[in-house]
């Protein structure tokens, strides 16, 4: 049981550039998000799915787009990425809204040049 | 959801208990209240959730007031390991979207 993986762990790319995040869970639970954190700062909510099939905005969605390709994966995509976009990834599930227990990835570390 | 407000840094020694109160005057009836530890370079971890009075588990202690207004994590006998940030979060059960403030570090010290 791997909980919550995340790849790649770290990447680094030119202003302009496009890359995917992606996020897995193997734990059946049916809501993911996604979240990111900048220096000294708390996480900050990008995206989430409720459950499969459904997507919503956090609190900073803008530069961001997000599929939920299934029950277990949650991709990020960053279209052209820019500097303000360098931060630490974080991908979390939860079984349900029923809990506030949520399980976070290990995150992906991504610089914007 | 509701606004909480916690101290932005601790420093503790080894072996002493911290106590991090986290404040939140607008809670809500159905607002729980859950925290969060982040070591560095992880993810955060759940550490404890709690509605009313005290709630313990292996880790931690959640004490919260009849007025709900405030919380407080305590932390017994740390040691070096738990030094990491501390988050506090108040949302109801069923809300998808929870809110991580800065959290507050903890820094202990041998």
């Known amino acids: 049981n791997a909980g919550v993986t995340q790849t790649p762990k770290f990447q680094v790319l030119k202003t302009g550039q496009s890359m995917t995040l992606q996020c897995a869970q193997d734990?059946?639970?049916?809501?993911m998000y996604w979240y990111r954190q900048d220096p000294g700062m708390g996480l900050r909510l990008i995206y989430y799915s409720a459950s499969e099939g459904t997507t919503d905005k956090g609190e900073v969605p803008n530069g961001y787009n997000v599929s939920r390709l299934n029950k277990r994966e949650f991709s990020l995509r960053l279209e052209s990425a820019a500097p303000s976009q360098t931060s630490v990834y974080f991908c979390a599930s939860r079984v349900n809204a029923r809990t506030d227990t949520q399980y976070f990835g290990p995150g992906t570390r991504l610089t914007v040049l | 959801l509701a606004k909480t407000t916690q101290p932005i840094s601790m420093d503790s020694y080894e072996g002493q208990e911290v106590n991090i109160t986290c404040s939140h005057n607008?809670?809500?009836?159905?607002?729980?209240i859950t925290w969060y530890q982040q070591f560095p370079s992880q993810g955060p971890r759940f550490i404890i959730q709690g509605y009313k009075t005290k709630v313990t588990n292996e880790v931690a202690s959640l004490f919260i007031p009849a007025d709900r207004k405030s919380s407080t994590l305590s932390l017994p006998r740390v040691s070096l390991s738990d030094t990491a940030v501390y988050y506090c979060?108040?949302?109801?059960?069923?809300?998808?979207?929870?809110?991580f403030g800065a959290g507050t570090t903890v820094t202990v010290r041998a």
């Open positions: 734990m059946n639970h049916n809501s």
């Open positions: 979060l108040v949302g109801p059960s069923n809300d998808y979207k929870l809110s």
């Open positions: 607008n809670i809500a009836t159905n607002d729980y």
